[in-house]
T-cell receptor
Framework: DTGVSQNPRHKITKRGQNVTFRCDPI?????LYWYRQTLGQGPEFLTY????????KSRLLSDRFSAERPKGSFSTLEIQRTEQGDSAMYLC??????????????FGEGSRLTVL | AQSVTQPDIHITVSEGASLELRCNYS??????LFWYVQSPGQGLQLLLK??????LVQGIKGFEAEFKRSQSSFNLRKPSVHWSDAAEYFC???????????FGSGTRLSIRP
């Protein structure tokens, strides 16, 4: 396994369209996180899963955003009725639970969304 | 509120010079602390982490960081920078009562030939 994989790497869409991003974490990593990063800013937490359970969701996340991890493996992040303000890099990360959980995250290369 | 502050938006240093990037965190509990690096077109890579023990931690690529509880700081250092160190550096914190990692806004490092 070479790492966290995200698809597509770049998505251009028109305002009002729906988009979906997929994340395949490192095998056997129990936790999966979604972050959003805009230019000149650090990653902003969106949500995270432990196995298939969504344990935390940022209050900044509007109802247009939904994430799933149905079988505790890959995850999808869907944005409905996209707005120009949704343009950003969407980052996925995973980490295992083993012994003392230090929280170290392993990141994918991200999916860049451009909303026209 | 839980937060991480990186006061320097952009730093330029000469190749071969020493480097220190500043990071301060809020909240009273002892956190887990991280430094990540993001090179253009690359994913975030962990440089080093601290969660207990020796307050001076060594990381990859010759970086080190020191946890100072009295100053709520976790500054990143390198004795001699290389042109390949040019990148964006993010300090991050995870508190024991939460599972998410909070990132600072980053410091962009440029290297002067």
């Amino acid at each position: 396994d070479t790492g966290v994989s995200q698809n597509p790497r770049h998505k251009i869409t028109k305002r009002g369209q729906n988009v979906t991003f997929r994340c395949d974490p490192i095998s056997e990593h129990n936790r999966l996180y979604w972050y959003r990063q805009t230019l000149g800013q650090g990653p902003e937490f969106l949500t995270y899963f432990q196995n298939e359970a969504q344990l935390e969701k940022s209050r900044l996340l509007s109802d247009r955003f939904s994430a799933e991890r149905p079988k505790g493996s890959f995850s999808t992040l869907e944005i409905q009725r996209t707005e120009q303000g949704d343009s950003a890099m969407y980052l996925c990360a995973s980490n295992p639970i083993e012994g003392v959980d230090t929280g170290e995250l392993f990141f994918g290369e991200g999916s860049r969304l451009t909303v026209l | 509120a839980q937060s991480v502050t990186q006061p320097d938006i952009h730093i330029t240093v000469s190749e071969g010079a020493s480097l220190e990037l500043r990071c301060n965190y809020s909240y009273g509990a002892t956190p887990y602390l991280f430094w990540y690096v993001q090179s253009p077109g690359q994913g975030l890579q962990l440089l080093l982490k601290y969660f207990s023990g020796d307050t001076l931690v060594q990381g990859i690529k010759g970086f080190e960081a020191e946890f100072k509880r009295s100053q709520s700081s976790f500054n990143l250092r390198k004795p001699s920078v290389h042109w390949s160190d040019a990148a964006e550096y993010f300090c991050a914190v995870r508190y024991s009562s939460a599972s998410k990692i909070i990132f600072g806004s980053g410091t962009r490092l440029s290297i002067r030939p």
